[in-house]
């Protein structure tokens, strides 16, 4: 099983930036769509961004204009630029590859 290990996360004001980072075990990265989820406390989990194997991203209406989701295959890392951070962006930030792999999240956390 693809192992998945997010990073980047972190405290921020309203308005900053953060670019988080989804390194994969394995030599499946390439092919394998990705995703970003995040959950906040008391709510489910809900998909940020997705990007598939040949780049094709798509967003949740909440980060549209804000967020952009992006892949390096020869590094299998898959990236999250979130800028004009909200304070309801703080949540827990988990990466997946669709495929059952999920990481063990990063927390953000916007400071009004």
């Known amino acids: 099983q693809v192992q998945l290990v997010e990073s980047g996360g972190g405290l921020v004001q309203a308005g900053g930036s953060l670019r988080l980072s989804c390194a994969a075990s394995?030599?499946?990265?390439?092919?394998?769509?990705m995703g970003w989820y995040r959950q906040a406390p008391g709510k489910q989990r809900e998909l940020v961004a997705s990007?598939?194997?040949?780049?094709?991203?798509d967003y949740a209406d909440f980060v549209k204009g804000r967020v952009t989701i992006s892949r390096d295959n020869a590094k299998n890392t898959v990236y999250l630029q979130m800028n004009s951070l909200k304070p309801e962006d703080t949540a827990v930030y988990y990466c997946?590859?669709?495929?059952?792999?999920w990481g063990q999240g990063t927390q953000v956390t916007v400071s009004s």
């Open positions: 990007i598939s194997r040949g780049g094709t991203t």
């Open positions: 394995g030599s499946t990265f390439s092919r394998d769509a």
């Open positions: 997946t590859n669709f495929l059952a792999s």
